[in-house]
């Protein structure tokens, strides 16, 4: 077996962990689970209001992955650019959003 490298997407999650990675306890602290029902609703009142459309399309992200996208966005005090481009950049920010 070989050495892991500095770039290998294991090792390098496994050191953001040993460093103290917050999301990993915020992932491992709120149960995701319990806003599903309640996002649910939001969009559905949403779509309500707006009225439906029948587009065709690419299928959108998850509620619960735009919610945690918003939640970053908050924490980090970030634009819309700026979370997009951290989202792509950040090991820390993706493993936080699939999760």
Known sequence: MTQPGLF???FR????SKIGD???FLNETIKW??????LRM?????????GASNCSGRK???LRVMFKVLILQSLYDLSDDQLEFMIKDRLSF???LLA
Do not use: G, Q, T, Y
């Open 94 to 96: 993706m493993r936080f």
């Open 33 to 38: 689970d319990d806003f599903d029902k309640i």
């Open 60 to 62: 959108p992200f998850s």
């Open 13 to 16: 999650l496994d050191d953001l």
């Open 8 to 10: 290998d997407i294991e």
């Open 22 to 24: 917050s999301l990993v």
């Open 42 to 50: 939001a969009r559905a009142k949403d779509r309500e209001r707006r």
